[in-house]
C-alpha cells in the first residue's frame, strides 16, 4: 500500500532541495586592498560589501562601475574612503538593481566628457534603480543634468549626507525624472546651476524634504530647487543665503531676459506643501523665496525673514505664464507664517489665499497681524519667534517649526514656541545636521 504521509514528505524535502539549488548564495565581502579592481570584483558579485583600510583609502576611477546585482557598500573601519572620478566621466551606474552606500565620499567627477549611453547625465551617479545613500559626501561633481545624481524611473533614498561645490546646468545636485526622492537630516552647500535649480530639479517626480538645510546655493537664471509638475512635501528645512543671479534664460515673458526668478523654489504646475520651515536672506529679481506658475502651494507655520526681490520686492512671486506660454492660475495657501523685512505679497492678488494667523512685520502687502514677532536668531540660522501672542483657536500644528510637541502649556503661539505652564517661554532646541 502507498504511504501518501511519506510520499507528502519527500515532496516537501525535494520542493525545499530543489529551492534550495535554485537560490543563489549571497556574495558578501570584505575588501581591505584600497585598489579600483578589488573594489570592481566585490561589486560585481553584490550583496553586502565591507570596505576596511588601515588608512584613509582614495579609489580612482578609471571606467564607470556598471550595478548589476543588488549590493550594499559601507566603510566599517576608522579611516576616510573616497571615491574619485579624476575629473572625467562618471562612477556608477545603478541598472534596475537595489544599491546602499554608506559612510563613503564621490568627489571629482565630470560626466560632460561622456558622449554614449547615459551622457552627461549625473556626475556621481546615474541611477535606474533604488539607490539609498547614507552618511555620504559628494563633493566637486559635475554633470550637464544632476550634477552629483541623475535618477530616471527609480527611488533615491539621501540621509544624514552632505552636498557641497557639485554643479550642472540643471540641477547642481541632482536631477530626475518620474522619481521618487526622500532626503532627510541633510546639507546642501554651495552648489550651482547653469539655468534652473542649484540643489534639485525634478520633472513629474514625488519629493519629501525633512529637516535639512539648503544654503549658499547658487542658480544663474531661477532656483535652489526647481519642482516641475511634481509632488513636493517639505518639512523643517533652513534656506538661507541662496541666490539666483545672471541668468541668460527668460522664465516669465513679463520681465526682461537678464531678470532672476526665485530665490529658494520654483514651482511650475505642482503640487508642494511647505511646513515648519525657514528662508532667510534669499534673493532673485522676482520671488525672493519662491515663485509660483500654474502650480498650488500650501505654506503652514514657515519664518520668511530678509528675503530680497530687486525688482519686485516680493518674497512670495506668482505668474500665469511661463517661457511666453499661458499655464493654469495656481493657489497660495498661506497660514500661521511670519513675514518680516521684505515684502510679501499684495491682499488683492486672487492666486494667495489667507488661512489665518499669519503675521507680518516690516513687511509690506504681507497677510496676517501687524505686531513684532521679536524672532530669536540661532546659531544654525533659524528663528525663534518670541512673543507671547496667544490665540483663541487651537494650536495650528501639533509640533512647531523645530520639532517640539505643541501646545507646551494651556496656550500656543503662532510662532516657534509655546508657553508653559507658569506662563513662561518655552524654547525648543534646534534639530542638529551634519
Given at each position: ?56 583609502c582614495?579609489i ?37 538593481v ?23 547625465f ?36 539621501i ?12 540641477g ?56 516641475d ?20 534664460e ?62 519686485s ?22 497660514a ?99
Open positions: 500500500m502507498i504511504n501518501i504521509q511519506k510520499m507528502a514528505v519527500w515532496g516537501i524535502l525535494l520542493l525545499m532541495l530543489s529551492v534550495a539549488i535554485v537560490t543563489p548564495a549571497r556574495a558578501d565581502s570584505l575588501v581591505s586592498e584600497c585598489t579600483e579592481r578589488a573594489l570592481q570584483i566585490a561589486l560585481e558579485a553584490g550583496g553586502d560589501v565591507q570596505l576596511k583600510f588601515d588608512e584613509d582614495v580612482v576611477f578609471s571606467v564607470t562601475a556598471q550595478l548589476y546585482a543588488d549590493v550594499a557598500v559601507t566603510n566599517i573601519g576608522d579611516t576616510s574612503v573616497v571615491f574619485d572620478g579624476d575629473a572625467r566621466g562618471r562612477l556608477f551606474e545603478v541598472n534596475f537595489d544599491a546602499t552606500f554608506t559612510n563613503i565620499t564621490f568627489r571629482n567627477t565630470d560626466s560632460t566628457t561622456i558622449t554614449t549611453g547615459a551622457g552627461d549625473g556626475g556621481a551617479f546615474s541611477n535606474y534603480g533604488n539607490l539609498t545613500l547614507i552618511g555620504c559626501v559628494f563633493e566637486n561633481n559635475k554633470a550637464g543634468q544632476g550634477g552629483a545624481i541623475f535618477s530616471t524611473g527609480g527611488i533615491v533614498t540621509e544624514d549626507s552632505l552636498f557641497i561645490n557639485n554643479s550642472a546646468v540643471f547642481g545636485a541632482i536631477g530626475a525624472v518620474d522619481d521618487t526622492i526622500s532626503i532627510t537630516n541633510s546639507r546642501f552647500v554651495q552648489n550651482n546651476a547653469d539655468v534652473f535649480g542649484s540643489v534639485l530639479i525634478a520633472a513629474t517626480s514625488t519629493m519629501t524634504i525633512t529637516n535639512s538645510q539648503i544654503v549658499d546655493n547658487t542658480a544663474l537664471s531661477s532656483a535652489t530647487i526647481f519642482n509638475r511634481s509632488q513636493l512635501t517639505i518639512d523643517g528645512v533652513l534656506f538661507a543665503n541662496n541666490i539666483s543671479e545672471d541668468t541668460t527668460d522664465p516669465l515673458n513679463d520681465v526682461d531676459a537678464d531678470d532672476t526668478i526665485a530665490g529658494a523654489i520654483f514651482n511650475y504646475l505642482g503640487e508642494m506643501t511647505i511646513t515648519n520651515s525657514t528662508f532667510t536672506g534669499n534673493s532673485a529679481d522676482y520671488g525672493g523665496a519662491i515663485a509660483n506658475a500654474g502650480g498650488n502651494a500650501t505654506l503652514t507655520h514657515n519664518t520668511f525673514v530678509g528675503n530680497v526681490a530687486v525688482e520686492g516680493d518674497t512670495l512671486q506668482t505668474s500665469d505664464k511661463l517661457f511666453g506660454q499661458a499655464v493654469p492660475v495656481g493657489e497660495m495657501i498661506l500661521g507664517n511670519i513675514f518680516m523685512d521684505g515684502a510679501c505679497v499684495g491682499d488683492g492678488e486672487a492666486t494667495f489665499t489667507d488661512g489665518g494667523n499669519n503675521i507680518q512685520f516690516n513687511a509690506p502687502d504681507c497677510f496676517g497681524d501687524k505686531f513684532d514677532p521679536e524672532v530669536k536668531l540661532l546659531d544654525d540660522l533659524y528663528f525663534l519667534a518670541q512673543n507671547p501672542a496667544e490665540y483663541d483657536a487651537p494650536c495650528l500644528l501639533e509640533t512647531d517649526q523645530l520639532g517640539q510637541a505643541r501646545p507646551l502649556g494651556a496656550s500656543c503661539t503662532i510662532g516657534a514656541i509655546e508657553l508653559d505652564d507658569d506662563g513662561a517661554l518655552a524654547l525648543p532646541e534646534a534639530t542638529p545636521a551634519p
